[in-house]
């Protein structure tokens, strides 16, 4: 899974706004201005989220963007989707190598392995709220698993890999 400049500009803007909802609407210039952002990029992020009912804008001299529900109530994958329209792409499915062998109508072996992917991904991303982006690292890398940064297990296990599934004769 790559994580696009989208997403994680979503997350960014999405998280400033949280930080700041006793201040009331913020503007789109000032988030970007505030997190080193674009403010191009930012505005059309906003205005994603606000479709999708993650922020609310209110026009005027005081206007701005807050909001629309308590950060409790607005989880990760929201807030990727809403911002870079999906938080997985089945590339088999969107850019197929062979339209006819990656044609949903066709078995494929493969597929199932990239939808449980896409289930286990997005089952995370729901269980992380906004609210608990508010914080600090440690505090975060525990609430996802993570532990403490000492904690990290190595990229290379000591253990022999698992075996996978008997292959299938042909």
Same mark, same amino acid.
């Given at each position: ?22 201040? *009331?609407?913020?503007? *789109?210039?000032?988030?970007? @201005?505030? @997190? ?19 922020? %609310?804008?209110? %026009? ?59 289930? %286990? ?19 975060? %890398? ?8 000492? !904690? ?11 075996? *996978?599934?008997?292959?299938?004769? !042909?």
């Amino acid at each position: 899974m790559r994580i696009t400049t989208w997403a994680e500009y979503g997350l960014i803007c999405a998280l400033h706004l949280a930080k700041r909802v006793a201040e *009331g609407p913020v503007t *789109g210039r000032d988030v970007a @201005e505030k @997190e080193r952002l674009p403010t191009d990029y930012v505005e059309q992020i906003l205005l994603r989220l606000r479709r999708a009912g993650i922020v %609310r804008s209110t %026009r005027g001299a005081r206007g701005g963007y807050v909001l629309d529900r308590p950060a409790e109530q607005i989880t990760v994958r929201q807030i990727i989707h809403a911002s870079e329209l999906a938080t997985f792409e089945l590339h088999c499915v969107t850019h197929p190598v062979n339209e006819e062998r990656c044609s949903t109508s066709h078995s494929c072996s493969i597929r199932p392995v990239w939808q449980m992917l896409q289930r %286990r991904i997005d089952d995370v991303l729901d269980s992380v709220c906004l609210s608990d982006l508010l914080h600090e690292e440690g505090a975060v %890398r525990e609430r996802v698993g993570l532990g403490r940064r000492s !904690a990290i297990p190595p990229l290379v296990p000591d253990a022999e890999p698992r075996r *996978g599934l008997p292959v299938l004769q !042909a």
